[in-house]
């Protein structure tokens, strides 16, 4: 099954900038959908941003739209989200996923995950 692991977390001040990254290994990358998530301490798991497994398609939830990017690189197995104009509201834990196909932004149907990232961001 495939192992991923999330990278590039860490503190930022209000405004600023993070690109994290997820590296897939035991298995090819290419054949699955990426998704983001992250989960503030007390909040549930919420859904970021997603990507299909031939880059065409993305989309974002709501809060983060016109500021966060998601990209992926097949030929590496890795990943990515561009965060720029970070708020204190980003505070999270943010974790990478994969599931076979594109089409959902409930969690709860994404099937392997990696163990997170922090980001922190200062008011």
């Known amino acids: 099954q495939v192992q991923l692991v999330e990278s590039g977390g860490g503190l930022v001040q209000d405004g600023g900038s993070l690109r994290l990254s997820c590296a897939a290994s035991?298995?090819?990358?290419?054949?699955?959908?990426m998704g983001w998530f992250r989960q503030a301490p007390g909040k549930e798991r919420n859904f970021v941003a997603r990507i299909s497994s031939d880059g065409r398609l993305r989309s974002y939830g709501d809060p983060v739209k016109g500021r966060f990017t998601i990209s992926r690189d097949n030929a590496k197995n890795t990943g990515y989200l561009q965060m720029n104009s970070l708020k204190p509201e980003d505070t999270a834990v943010y974790y990478c996923?994969?599931?076979?196909?594109?089409?959902?932004?409930?969690?709860?149907?994404?099937?392997?995950w990696g163990q997170g990232t922090q980001v922190t961001v200062s008011s």
């Open positions: 996923a994969v599931r076979r196909s594109y089409y959902s932004v409930d969690p709860r149907d994404w099937n392997y």
């Open positions: 035991g298995s090819i990358f290419s054949p699955y959908a």
